[in-house]
């Protein structure tokens, strides 16, 4: 259940208000360099800081645990791990009464029998995402020269990127928020990662990021607006005996298999469901729609830091389906 | 690679042209009332036949191996098979020269090392969905009272449902093909299936959708669409005590956990690839492009058939959920 | 349940006297020569035939319906499938009421609530390890140059090969059975293969082992008689730069990792749970305890049969390790 | 390779002198009481202390990082954690040229291509256990009423226990060391745990007891004397309506499935690899063979601190087969 991966493996645990969040992975190759200062940089992208992101800012450095020697990946299960530092000791029992609309506060509640810790969202907490981005960071030293680039290209119904800053601030203005958007392009894969049926490309990257809190949709390539063209048009021509096409519209992929052209990914993000503005939902004690009021101060855009957990789940996804296909090449 | 599944498991096998399809079906309760004439109402939704569809007709006649005696299911594994008595002769070695566009035949080449059964699509071939729509019918028996509806919203960019038959007939006439969108919408779901992080509904869901063919992009609830609203019309307000919500934004589905809401699901099916009309693309034999006209009549739009296909893959994964969730209930 | 395997993956299904058994094996490399002859060898070795074995004579004819084409594997999963046709129509039902002794008739039947098919054993038949033998025989394919060595090594207790003829005969004379011991012989296994906890090279074997019937123990190297020795009597020294020891108590794996001498395997055979000769045990419709006397003629010895599927299910086990082990090396 | 589990799952991780080793627990049910408390018990049997045990004596107080909420299971992954406070900072660089015989460092040296941490055995040292020991207190708790008697039957070939403290004296002594036999007896099992096939009892249990280091050997019931018993005196005769049996042979295991008799469960330990006496094998980097002296103390009778080890291991197994069984009941 949080555990995923065939080969390159993942097992994620903690908690909103625990000890610590973190995840345990696996299937490394050894001989690689990694050291603390590699998670830096993807694990600023995902801090706070900017308009719109929340103002909890905790240190997050990474305790590597285990599997990496001297400087160098064991071949040993690493586990990294992050302190919850900033968890202050407010009463978030209303929550389990009142649950938020659009969280998982009300599922939780039903699924585990109350017995679920409610404190900041609990499990369900966006914190859990630091194992994905960190995790991703290894993937990304497992998927030697391949690319990344990653952007917003519709912020709450917005495409004009010069009109973004006015937005986030409109939303914090209003004590609301917005979601949008966020295209990952990946360049230099291979043709050839993605196994028949069920380990499609599409199969084995969606279901990482759909793991991910509000992600409400995922599509390859021209995705839903293929649904325009015909067959004639949609159709992605080889030009060349590397196997290029004219255009793209399947993303990168066919059957399921990198066919070696850029691999377009787009994903929705909704709003954060957090919002300051007051909303009328049911009050499960008194058995009656009551106004909720949601204290503190949040992510007006959380799609702003899932950017880097958005593109590190993909390349968990590739850095698995590379070993498969490394795995059952032909003998030569 | 072609297995999937915790409990509720599938292993997928067969090519176009092969002596057989099937699929094994493994975590099956014992006691379940099962004949071979469950399968036929799903199995005919699949069939070719209608306009729009590929003449190929195959009887499709489910063979059921093991896994029932005396009519019920005996918990041990169920084998379906289907063979396939429709395969022509025909020299299908041309595809490896000069790949179909939007097709597998390149990268399978490729990735196996020209060892690939070629013939039909191999295994990549949209007959392996018999496995998917077969299984399903299992799935939605371990699903007492739940209920799917199936509809498309969108064939070729048009919604208005009256001219869908117009569409078609303009495909079919043009030697082309359309895609579209399927609309999966699931009543009578308790609340509380889907696990945290990696079995979340969405996760769970979209791996199966994404391994059929042709399926582009997977959206829940309001989807891409929801990145036009802010959070205060996002969010689903909660109005009762069974959890029921005013709005249904975020599709039955909240922290990857069913809600009790209806669980509405949409796919992106792209154009057939197999078109008659002529199409530039590259000849590996000759180094160069030159016109590929493929033989042969298609599914001018494969969504129609793909229906059926894809509310059985969504019953597969519901079905694995649910056995999940209750293994890991509470003890009372 | 019925699934086996990381890479090289197996599913299972099948009942004495349902349509037929078979597997389906998944992670094959393409390319790889096979066809129905391959399997001949090893399919003859797992039939009965000699003094000590059932006459019950079935063709076991392999059916491939998929994975192989002109002759090479072609990456995709091979259905091995065999028909059942010696499957006389006698009631079996007493086994239900008066279950055997030593069998799996009772808890069968608790299990799965009366709805198993019992005839035969149904699921629990040996006629299930056909799937073991053909899965194997595409396994040794994946493993150039490894060689098995497998003998029987106790024959109900007697070590002295010369007498085992005697036993077998009076065995059948008595309408009794005996077990024994198995062992198995790999050589030319590289050093490197079995993964950290898990899937050490004695977890993974094992774990195979023990899915057939009547295999009761399982040990390497020098195995239980290893108790006996002091630790400086025990640990096997290292006398050369491959690693080749003087002694080889460890049965060539250190750390649950093949160290390239030889593996030495040994598995304890219960004696055949059918036997002619009549027993007291409970008839649960009577309730009270009667004498069982089973119909038929049985494998006096089935550990004759089972040498083939021990060695077959260790070079299954051995095959998934090499694809993990080739996946995870260093780059160079 | 480091996961193991269908629905109750582990990820162990760890080194020897890394920071810290470690499990992580998922596939819990929620509403279990559980506090730090609660692993005294088991992490004391696993602790050294006695003759025989090394006198390396570590705190090992459990850390729980997530899983637990007002001392009951949430439902979500428990992270359970031991700091590695009793690190000497020793040079072990000796091990890599001149490895250990009967241990992990020359194999792990070739796998890892030099890049494993060598230092106290790293990720092959007994430490690892750790996980074991703790992730089985939750597994007991989910047992409810099942219960573990462990006893040493066998040490250095004595089975006379007066003698074992005699035994024990010795070996510290000559600086030797010893193995030999656990037998685990588990008693209120209900009928029908274990699945047909690869998710037999016997399967899974001697999957994760072959995964501890130094096990050699796992047999059921009678197991290898067995051999001895023609199958009229071997059969298990059933002798009333609970299916209780007059003998139990088969350890109280039927076709891979519990038949609510006895477990019985036996391993064979292998002597401590680490002895004090001088003992020539190859040096590497010499090329030749050369004395080796281990420096430091160490466990005369690792079999000691086995114990519960071994029993938590059969815990874990037991726990996820009851999380399945109940799984996959026919509905009622």
Same mark, same amino acid.
């Given at each position: 259940m949080n555990h995923?991966?065939?080969l390159f493996q993942l097992s994620i645990y903690g908690e909103s208000h625990g000890g610590a969040v973190g995840v345990v992975v696996d299937g490394i190759k050894p001989g690689i360099k990694l050291d603390k200062e590699d998670f830096n940089k993807d694990l600023t992208r995902r801090k706070s800081g900017s308009i719109g992101t929340t103002p909890r800012i905790e240190p997050d450095d990474v305790?590597?645990?285990?599997?990496?020697?001297?400087g160098y990946?064991?071949?040993?299960p690493i586990s990294l791990r992050f302190l919850n530092t900033n968890t202050k000791s407010k009463d978030y029992s209303n929550l389990v009464k009142h649950p938020r609309p659009s969280h998982a506060d009300y599922v939780a509640n039903v699924k585990y029998d109350g017995f679920n810790d409610y404190r900041g969202g609990g499990h369900f907490s966006g914190r859990l995402t630091l194992g994905i981005v960190s995790a @991703?960071? =290894?993937?990304?030293?497992?998927?030697?020269?391949v690319e990344f680039k990653t952007t917003i290209t519709n912020l709450g119904?917005?495409?004009?990127k010069s009109k973004f800053q006015d937005i986030l601030?409109?939303?914090v203005d209003d004590n609301d928020s917005v979601g949008g958007i966020i295209e990952v392009r990946v360049n230099n894969l291979p043709v050839g990662l993605g196994e028949p049926y069920f380990d499609s490309c599409e199969s084995v990257i969606s279901h990482l990021l759909f793991s991910i809190g509000g992600i409400k949709g995922v599509e390859f390539g021209i995705g839903f607006d293929g649904v325009d063209l015909y067959g004639s048009s949609y159709n992605d021509m080889i030009i060349d005996n590397t196997g290029k096409c004219k255009t793209n519209n399947n993303?990168?992929?066919? @059957?399921? =298999?990198t066919n070696g052209n850029e691999m377009v990914i787009r994903v929705a993000v909704k709003p954060t469901p957090s919002i300051g503005k007051p909303q009328d939902t049911f009050n499960f004690e008194h058995n009656m729609i009551e106004e909720l009021k949601i204290e503190g101060r949040h992510d007006a855009a959380i799609i702003l830091r899932a950017m880097v957990v958005v593109e590190n789940a993909i390349a968990?996804?590739?850095?698995?389906l590379k070993l498969i296909n490394d795995a059952l090449k032909k003998n030569v």
């Open positions: 995923i991966g065939r305790i590597i645990d285990s599997g990496v020697f001297n990946t064991t071949g040993a @991703g960071v =290894i993937a990304k030293k497992m998927l030697e020269g119904g917005e495409t004009d601030k409109k939303c993303g990168g992929i066919n @059957g399921g =298999i968990i996804g590739l850095a698995d």
